[in-house]
């Protein structure tokens, strides 16, 4: 079954659970509402939308200056609107192929500028990728899992007070998983003897510490691995993270580092780790034998959909707002994925291109079976939303998605511990 919920929200905000306005603690509100309640057209449709800005919660009659433009991609059109009575309409025109047309707002109000942007889609459902699937996939990522299993698991463990209690215990954990590589995470276990799913977080983009550590997951039942990715551990200092990170050339630099060469990637031991990782969980005595679980957002996302594509053992997948997704996108002049390697020189060369394609979430997206739960919001500049409808658009295996217009690289804390709930609704 394939369910999309599509989640709106009033004048383009939500309330939290203090019941702050939206934005939090900002002068200014944009209220801009498409004139089709989904915010999705067809090809050749006409999308128009009201624009409304506030100061003070009081409508403002300025003058908003906008550029209109596809999905991370240069402005194809620009112009100017007063707002009279603090409205205005502005009409930003259709696309002829399946894709996301960005609407970019500008204000100037006593001497400060504000700015906003919408996005609304054209037949996206029809949207597909430019990552060609590779005829050795398979046998390539099933050699590299092999070879990187000829050296045992080895696990130490350190219990961390700090993170325990009376209900659950955490153990940071350091896990050898191939012959040059290890990982940390923070293992957190109920305390009530038993047997339990087990669930893999894998973490977003960047050099740092494990900083959201969770513990609603094991409350609710369940084990719960959240991992870091290079071997680095977590009592670290950040100046200690900083350094290694000023190390790349880019900010998250690591994810360039040996792209010519399949074989030589930086990612390709953080794939071969995710499976590791689901090796340990499922060699504790308190796994159930049955439930694996993962799940991520953003390069976490991305990660969870890998590992799903990757191991048959796992039973469910929640990834939000997934990076690496059909990364050489903009060679097909629309938005690519995180980490938009277009803005990088020389990023998308032949042999680059051939290399992602064994590495891109799109490839491995073809290959899951079990039930899969997406998330992801059409105002996104990191992981936008052309390219998570064509992850969307590939799996064929039971799905939900929930879409929520409004957001950009965030999830809220009620989607967030929904996650927890669809997840116990798969259990085998």
């Not at 929200?9 to 306005?21: F, Y």
């Not at 939090?24 to 128009?48: C, Q, S």
């Not at 990637?265 to 060699?283: E, G």
């Not at 990660?303 to 990834?319: N, P, Q, Y």
Request: charged share 20%.
């Amino acid at each position: 079954m394939h369910k999309i919920i599509l989640m709106m929200t009033i004048l383009c905000g939500c309330l939290n659970a203090t019941a702050e306005n939206y934005p939090y603690r900002n002068d200014y509100l944009w209220l801009t509402v498409p004139d089709h309640a989904d915010w999705i057209y067809k090809t050749g449709e006409k999308a128009k939308v009201e624009v409304t800005l506030c100061k003070y919660g009081i409508p403002q009659n300025t003058e908003i200056s906008y550029e209109i433009g596809p999905d991370e991609m240069p402005a194809t059109s620009t112009g100017k609107v007063q707002l009279k009575n603090g409205r205005a309409i502005i009409d930003m025109g259709t696309l002829k192929k399946p894709g996301f047309l960005d609407l970019r707002l500008k204000a100037t109000i006593d001497g400060k500028q504000t700015e906003h942007h919408v996005k609304v889609g054209f037949s996206p459902e029809q949207l597909k990728p430019y990552t060609k699937n590779p005829n050795d996939f398979d046998a390539f990522w099933k050699q590299t899992i092999e070879t990187a299993r000829q050296t045992p698991v080895s696990v130490t463990k350190e219990t961390i007070n700090k993170f325990s209690d009376d209900e659950v215990i955490c153990q940071l954990v350091k896990i050898r998983i191939d012959n040059r590589h290890s990982i940390y995470g923070y293992l957190t276990m109920p305390r009530k003897a038993g047997k339990y799913p087990v669930v893999l977080t894998p973490p977003g983009a960047g050099i740092k510490t494990i900083k959201n550590h969770d513990d609603k997951y094991t409350r609710a039942g369940l084990i719960r691995l959240e991992m870091e990715i290079h071997g680095l551990n977590p009592n670290m200092t950040e100046e200690q993270f900083k350094e290694i990170t000023s190390a790349f050339d880019h900010e998250n630099g690591y994810l360039m580092n040996g792209l010519d060469d399949r074989d030589n990637y930086y990612m390709k031991h953080v794939y071969v780790a995710c499976v590791r990782a689901i090796d340990f969980l499922t060699s504790l005595p308190e796994w159930d034998g049955r439930n694996v679980a993962v799940q991520g957002g953003s390069q976490g996302g991305a990660l969870s959909l890998i590992t799903a594509g990757l191991d048959e053992r796992v039973t469910t997948c929640v990834a939000n707002h997934p990076a690496l997704s059909d990364m050489a996108g903009y060679l097909d002049n629309r938005a690519g994925g995180y980490p938009h390697f277009n803005r990088t020189n020389k990023m998308l060369t032949p042999e680059k291109v051939q290399t992602m394609a064994y590495y891109d979430v799109v490839n491995f997206a073809r290959r899951i079976t079990c039930p899969v739960y997406l998330t992801w919001g059409y105002n996104d500049n990191v992981c936008p939303p052309t390219t998570s409808y064509i992850v969307w658009n590939l799996i064929t295996a039971p799905k939900d998605a929930l879409i929520t217009p409004i957001n950009e690289h965030w999830t809220s804390t009620d989607t967030n511990n929904y996650q927890i709930i669809w997840i116990k609704k798969h259990l085998k």
